[in-house]
Nanobody
Framework: QAQLVESGGGSVQAGGSLRLSCQAS????????MGWFRQAPGKKREGVAI???????TYADSVKGRFTISQDNAKNTLLLEMNSLKLEDTAMYYC????????????????????WGQGTQVTVSS
């Protein structure tokens, strides 16, 4: 059973930066799919950045060039560096992992990941 705990959210002015972390524990998958999703009030959950354990990464078009996903394997931590934040980036951000997803491990693929964190709020103001 995987456990995921996000941190790093907060309030920031437009143009600012935040770094989200997702501490993973409880599993030792040799190959898996991990990613960041977000959900704003009244909107559907959407994939933001997804990373496959072979290093393949994909991003939502809305965050390309601004967000960077990375993984610190030594610390079992998934990171999301968010720069040039915009008002529309305001949302609850979730970390998720699914050991059974490989071929479809990309933004735009299935979002019914097996394990989810509790979320961390990101609020961008003008």
């Amino acid at each position: 059973q995987a456990q995921l705990v996000e941190s790093g959210g907060g309030s920031v002015q437009a143009g600012g930066s935040l770094r989200l972390s997702c501490q993973a524990s409880g599993y030792t998958y040799s190959s898996n799919c991990m990613g960041w999703f977000r959900q704003a009030p009244g909107k559907k959950r959407e994939g933001v950045a997804i990373r496959r354990s072979d290093g393949r990464v994909t991003y939502a078009d809305s965050v390309k060039g601004r967000f960077t996903i990375s993984q610190d394997n030594a610390k079992n931590t998934l990171l999301l560096e968010m720069n040039s934040l915009k008002l529309e980036d305001t949302a609850m951000y979730y970390c998720a992992t699914d050991p059974g997803t490989w071929t479809l491990c990309y933004v735009g693929g299935p979002t019914d990941f097996a394990y989810w964190g509790q979320g961390t709020q990101v609020t961008v103001s003008s």
